[in-house]
C-alpha cells in the first residue's frame, strides 16, 4: 500500500497546476461537492483524488484530466510494471460511475512504472519514469458488463448471511482477500491447500470428495514426490531428511563460511544508476563453520551496513568473497 501511495504521489507532477481534493475517505460527500467545485472552473487541468457517488459506488480518481475538447481523461495509477487484468476492471467501474454523474470520458489510461528507465545524476524524470498507456478501447469493451456487476455485489450484500463460497486458490487472485483468516478458522492445521505446488485441479478433486486434511489423502492419490514427502513428514509426525543429504554436505565443510545479505528495492530508485525496483545488497554477514565441534564461530560474526547501500550487486558479492578464508 505504501509503494502505491508514494507512486500515486508522484504522479501527478505529471500533471502540472492539478488541485488535490484533501478530503479523506471519511469526508465523501465534502470531497464530492468539492470536485463539483472543481470541474466547473475551466482554469484546472487536472483534479486528483476526484470524489464521484452513483448508485451507492464511491470512487477516487488518481488523476481526471480536463481535455480541451471538453472531455476528460480518466488516468488510474499503479505501482505495477505492466497494464493487468484487474486495471482494466478498477477503470470500467471509474469509467462508468463518471460518466453517470455527467461528465464525458473521452480517454481512459493507465500510468505505470517503466521498469527500464534509469534514474540519472540530475534526480528523477518523471516523464521518463513512468509509462502511460492508451487503454480507452479494453475500458469500453467492459462498459456493459458494470451495471450487472454492480447490481449483483449490491444483492449481495444485501443478504443476511455471507455467500457459501469454499475457500481455495481464487482467494488470492487478483489480491488476497481479506476475510480469509474468517472463512478458515475451522481448516485443520495440515489442511491440504498447504501442499507444496498443488494443481488447482487436484485440490478441487480432493476437495469435491470431502478431504481437508492432508492425512486423510488416499494413499492412491497422484502427488509429486515432494508433496508425498510432506504428506508423510505430516502423518508420522518426524521430520523428513533425504538419506543423500550427509553425503552431500562433506564436500562444503568444516571449515566453511556462510555468507548473509539483505537487499531492497525501492519503487522510486533513489541512488543514479539504478532502476525501479532493482535489487540493492545494503547490509551484509559472514558466518564461519570452523570446525565439526563448534556450529558456529566462536567470534561475533561479522557485519557491515552501508551508509550508502552498493548499486552493483556483482560487484558488492566480489567483494565479501574476498572476506573468505583461501583454506575454505
Not at 74 to 97: F, G, M, N
Amino acid at each position: 500500500m505504501a509503494v502505491g501511495t508514494d507512486v500515486g504521489i508522484a504522479a501527478r507532477l505529471l500533471v502540472p497546476d492539478g488541485v488535490l481534493i484533501e478530503e479523506g475517505p471519511h469526508e465523501h460527500a465534502q470531497a464530492v461537492e468539492r470536485t463539483r467545485e472543481l470541474i466547473a472552473n475551466p482554469d484546472i487541468p487536472a483534479i486528483f483524488e476526484a470524489a464521484f457517488d452513483f448508485d451507492r459506488v464511491r470512487i477516487r480518481v488518481d488523476i481526471l484530466e480536463r481535455l480541451r475538447n471538453g472531455c476528460w481523461r480518466l488516468v488510474e495509477v499503479k505501482s505495477s510494471t505492466r497494464v493487468k487484468p484487474e486495471h482494466l476492471h478498477d477503470l470500467a467501474i471509474q469509467a462508468y460511475v463518471i460518466a453517470r454523474c455527467g461528465l464525458v470520458v473521452d480517454q481512459a489510461q493507465l500510468v505505470h512504472v517503466n521498469r527500464s528507465y534509469v534514474r540519472g545524476c540530475s534526480g528523477i524524470d518523471w516523464q521518463a519514469y513512468f509509462e502511460r498507456e492508451d487503454v480507452t478501447g479494453e475500458v469500453c469493451d467492459l462498459s456493459s458488463s458494470v451495471p450487472p456487476h454492480v447490481a449483483e455485489m449490491h444483492a449481495t450484500l444485501a443478504e443476511p448471511t455471507p455467500p457459501e463460497i469454499r475457500p481455495d486458490g481464487h482467494c488470492f487472485s487478483p489480491y488476497p482477500c481479506e476475510f480469509w483468516p474468517r472463512c478458515t478458522a475451522e481448516k485443520p492445521s495440515d489442511w491440504i491447500i498447504y501442499l507444496p505446488r498443488l494443481r488447482a485441479s487436484a485440490f478441487a478433486e480432493l476437495d469435491a470428495n470431502g478431504i481437508e486434511s492432508m492425512r486423510d489423502i488416499p494413499p492412491d492419490f497422484p502427488l509429486t514426490p515432494g508433496q508425498q514427502r510432506v504428506v508423510e513428514a505430516v502423518v508420522s509426525g518426524r521430520e523428513s531428511i533425504a538419506n543423500e543429504l550427509r553425503e552431500a554436505l562433506v564436500p562444503l565443510g568444516p571449515p566453511a563460511s556462510y555468507l548473509d545479505f539483505e537487499t531492497f528495492s525501492p519503487a522510486l530508485p533513489l541512488y543514479a544508476g539504478t532502476s525501479p525496483y532493482q535489487r540493492i545488497p545494503f547490509q551484509w554477514s559472514m558466518h564461519r563453520h570452523l570446525s565439526a565441534s563448534t556450529r558456529r564461530c566462536p567470534t561475533r560474526p561479522s557485519r557491515r551496513t552501508s551508509a550508502r547501500p552498493s548499486t552493483n550487486g556483482r560487484a558488492a558479492a566480489a567483494s565479501w568473497c574476498v572476506l573468505i578464508p583461501p583454506t575454505v
